[in-house]
């Protein structure tokens, strides 16, 4: 792929490359959402708090597994959740989807890339802490906006069946979603 990036898991097993399209219209946000640091720590990461997780959204047709999609698993911190996409080799995260591949939205963890720089400025923060307030979300628009518009174009191009995390043919994940029980989820969150 003529200047896309290439990503891997931490160990190497898992790679692939991010075209240059999904770089150039991909959104890079931080989320503090305790969800996301669940999903961290369920998979033996370091806690990130206080400190946000670090997100690339892109289009999923624009990713491209090169190595290791067998290693691709995915699970559920709840039963309506987003799916959270691992390499099952190491256990690094990988990347976020919605349940159906009808809504093309994937978030991938910007530590898959070996220079994080490359994807541009960080734009939106999201579910900002705030002492004795709601979490707020900084940059929400640009965030909301860059998530609408490739939604849209792949929705319309068809480009929305090209991705790694369905099934071309049935629309169902590529691995069957674990679901983390209620049991392992309290252990999570603080």
């Not at 989320?31 to 640091?37: E, L, N, P, T, V």
């Not at 999609?69 to 919605?98: D, I, M, Q, V």
């Not at 159906?100 to 960080?122: C, E, H, T, V, Y």
């Not at 490739?150 to 991705?163: E, F, H, N, P, V």
Request: hydrophobic content about 40%; overall charge positive.
């Amino acid at each position: 792929m003529a200047n896309g990036l290439v990503f891997s898991c931490n160990c190497g097993a898992l790679r692939g490359e991010i075209a240059a399209q999904g770089i150039k219209t991909g959104t890079r946000v931080v989320c503090y959402c305790a969800d996301c640091r669940a999903n961290e720590l369920y998979h033996g990461q370091p806690d990130p708090a206080p400190d946000p997780v670090d997100l690339f959204q892109l289009a999923p047709d624009t990713i491209t597994i090169t190595q290791g999609a067998e290693h691709l698993k995915a699970l559920r911190l709840g039963p309506r959740g987003p799916l959270r996409w691992y390499a099952s080799c190491c256990g690094t995260p990988f990347a976020n989807t919605l349940a159906k591949p009808g809504l093309p939205f994937a978030g991938m963890r910007s530590d898959l890339f070996q220079d994080k720089s490359a994807l541009g400025k960080i734009r939106a923060k999201a579910f900002v802490p705030a002492a004795g307030k709601q979490a707020r979300t900084k940059g929400g628009g640009a965030m909301a906006w860059g998530i609408l518009s490739r939604m849209i174009t792949a929705r319309l191009s068809g480009r929305w069946k090209d991705t790694p995390f369905f099934d071309a043919v049935t629309s169902k994940p590529v691995s069957e979603p674990q679901l983390v029980s209620k049991a392992e989820r309290a252990k999570l969150y603080p």
